[in-house]
């Protein structure tokens, strides 16, 4: 289950790329409000979206934070690795977060490693798919839908 950090900064960017065309500075509390996020909760969220690259700010009374990438450089499974850590299920199958099973007799042939390899390979493959630009275009369809 991803982490109530990582829900609030996904639905942040969203909003930022869905409000925001023409990268104008969005205030925090705009943000905050629309999106139903504790307000001291966000600016630390934003902040280290920021810190990642994926946002800019400007300062001053019309400032507040924007996109610094394209909704569709953005995925979703950069906003799960910078707020919850690895993606995989096991230690043994992540890149960047790589531990040895203590139990593994040998990894190259654990049945086990090679499932959850797989499921962490198509999972992450999916969440790199998965940018802003993508999940507004669902959300449309969806309403789209919902209409009919």
């Known amino acids: ?3 109530k950090k990582t829900k609030y900064a996904i639905n942040a960017l969203v909003y930022l790329a869905r409000e925001n065309r023409g990268n104008e500075p969005i205030q925090i509390s705009k943000i905050a409000e629309s999106e139903n996020i504790p307000r001291k909760f966000l600016e630390a969220i934003l902040l280290d979206l920021r810190n990642a690259g994926m946002l800019s700010s400007k300062k001053g009374k019309a400032g507040g934070y924007y996109l610094h990438k394209s909704p569709e450089e953005i995925n979703i499974a950069e906003v799960m690795r910078l707020f919850d850590g690895p993606i995989a299920l096991l230690p043994c199958v992540t890149h960047a977060y790589y531990e040895r099973c203590e139990e593994c007799k040998d990894e190259a042939t654990c049945g086990i490693r090679s499932v959850f390899l797989d499921v962490r390979n ?6 790199k798919m998965a940018t802003l630009s993508q999940i507004i275009s669902r959300s449309e369809h969806l309403n789209e839908e919902k209409k009919k």
Do not use: A, D, F, R
């Not at 198509?122 to 969440?127: A, F, Q, R, S």
């Open 1 to 3: 289950m991803i982490s």
């Open 122 to 127: 198509e999972t992450v493959n999916m969440l």
